[in-house]
Nanobody, 123 residues
């Protein structure tokens, strides 16, 4: 089992920045891939960014160039820059084994999820 604890989040104005962090504990050998998904009101849950233990990264097209993910062993951090109102969502930390790279942003591959932290971007 892996436990994921998120921190960060809150409210910010459009164009602002924020940092989300997630710390994994327990059987972290099962956390080759860690990352973030998000779900806005009335929307599907979508992959945002994922990072592997070896440093490979994958970003959703909607956040590429604005968000940056980093990792230090069992902790990962998502830096959110140039935030837009459409980035408003509940953000969930995920962990699991790494599937094929093309599947990294698909939710069904991740067995461990955090409780979520809310990010709200006002116009």
């Amino acid at each position: 089992q892996v436990q994921l604890v998120e921190s960060g989040g809150g409210s910010v104005q459009s164009g602002g920045s924020m940092r989300l962090s997630c710390v994994a504990s327990g059987n972290t050998y099962s956390s080759d891939c860690m990352g973030w998904f998000r779900q806005g009101s009335g929307k599907e849950r979508e992959g945002v960014a994922v990072i592997a233990r070896d440093g490979r990264k994958r970003y959703a097209a909607s956040v590429k160039g604005r968000f940056t993910i980093s990792r230090d062993n069992a902790k990962n951090t998502l830096f959110l820059n140039s935030l837009k109102p459409e980035d408003t969502a509940m953000y969930y930390c995920v962990a699991g084994g790494c599937p094929l790279f093309e599947y990294w942003l698909q939710r069904e591959w991740y067995g461990y999820w955090g409780q979520g932290t809310q990010v709200t971007v006002s116009p």
